[in-house]
């Protein structure tokens, strides 16, 4: 997974029958340099028929320089780079080629995930919620609980363990709360040349100016129902509203900008969730962290505390959804993406012999 923060690639291994987790195995990490994060960012906004011949070079041999140092693998989830995400429009542009990583690793690999249920009227996103409905009962939950992904966008799963198979009616609601890191770390970037805001030590010194704040959520994304997805930089006005705030309140008021839609998307949820779990980057940032337990009426607490990985739970997820591929199993599901039906999304690569 290469997600819209632009930091790295993760790398996981799973064994499932796409249905259930029966065992998490090894990861890695491999951080992009400098060089290649400035490549991969110049790229962002750009669709398939545009020149993106340098950034697919980042892409692949990224993948399988990673892929490489793993054993024993029967398939390989290639989940690519979002580069432009329209649903409603041109589509959805994930970079990478699948059958030449495929070709490249010796192994059959699945990819172009999105496509099927974009091309059918659905988001294209998130794509996790099948995964996270597994986990929770993994994880052995008797009652609803939510997964926050805190990466560039955020995104939110109510998940009901109760139910059998995740595309069952009340399984599962998902949706994208607004933007998260992908701003702050542009901000960061900006002003101060840093990647991101590591533990919050920037926005810990600031103060939220509440006008910032208000007119943020006086977007009309927030009064959208899901299923419902955004872009990475659906929100580029966020960095106009702090334009004029030092650095620290800058940073505080886009901390508190992410943490407000998630409340907002709370409510969303068909009921309150017992934990709400949170992955991802944000996780680690503890201002955002305070900003949702003070906002939410359940327990706000880092997805480690369920015995769960939120540094690789998206390369694990794409890792579970190549099988369900594999299978002829859905991958995507009207309360998921708002696709009409459950649909099975991605395409299998195999090497040629």
Known sequence: MSGTSLDGVDAAMILTDGERILEFGPSRYRAYSDAERGVLKAALGKWQDEECAAAREVIQSAHQEILSGFDDVQLVGFHGQTLAHDPGGRGTHQLGDGQALAEALGIPVVWDFRSADVALGGQGAPLAPFFH????????????????????????????????????????????????????????????????????????????????????????????????????????????????????????????????????????????????????????????????????????EAIEEAGLDGDMLEAQAFGYLAVRVARGLPTSAPMTTGVGAPVGGGQISRPNA
Not at 159 to 181: I, K, S, V
Not at 202 to 219: N, S
Not at 230 to 241: H, P, Q
């Open 133 to 300: 409905h597994a986990c929770a009962q993994w994880m052995g939950a008797d009652s609803p609980v939510a997964f926050l992904n805190l990466g560039g966008v955020g995104n939110l799963t109510w998940a009901d363990p109760t139910c059998q198979h995740p595309q069952d009616d009340g399984a599962l609601l998902a949706f994208d709360t607004g933007p998260a890191n992908a701003p702050i770390n542009d901000l960061m970037h900006e002003r101060l040349g840093l990647a991101f805001d590591k533990d919050g030590q920037t926005a810990r010194k600031g103060r939220v100016e509440d006008g910032a704040l208000e007119l943020f959520l006086d977007e009309g994304y927030f009064r959208k129902m899901p299923p419902k997805s955004l872009d990475r930089d659906d929100f580029s006005m966020m960095l106009d509203l702090v334009r004029e705030l030092p650095d620290a309140d800058a940073a505080a008021t886009m901390t508190a900008m992410a943490a407000a839609a998630v409340m907002q998307g709370m409510e969303h949820c068909p009921s309150l969730p017992s934990r709400l779990l949170v992955t991802g980057g944000g996780r680690k940032n503890p201002v955002m962290m305070k900003m949702l337990a003070a906002g939410i009426d359940c327990t706000v």
